[in-house]
């Protein structure tokens, strides 16, 4: 990913970072209240896969994501710090 001065949105703070074994990055937006996914050969904008709905405490909302993880089945927990919580989702 490139940083690109005329964009409309960006990330200000990732709050976590995760690689997984097909190259494939997952970014907790902390500011924007999402987690972000870029693909192999994905060089321009990455894909909303949670959030992304304002900051709040509902299902697939956040307030500042913290971090991300992935368990062996593939589910995503992500730590959702204003919320005092983590949420778990089932990714394709």
């Known amino acids: ?20 074994t097909l190259g494939t990055l997952y970014v907790a937006d902390y500011d924007n ?16 896969i949670v959030g992304g709905n304002g900051p709040g405490a ?12 992935f368990d062996r089945h593939g589910n995503l927990y992500v730590a959702d710090m204003g919320n005092d919580r983590v949420q778990r989702f089932s990714i394709e």
């Open 33 to 48: 209240h999402r987690v972000l996914r870029w693909t192999q050969g994905d060089k321009k904008q990455g894909t909303v």
């Open 58 to 69: 509902e299902a697939n909302q956040f307030k500042n994501t913290v971090g991300l993880s």
């Open 1 to 20: 990913m490139k940083w690109n001065k005329d964009a409309t949105e960006d990330i200000v703070v990732a709050g976590g970072i995760f690689v997984d």
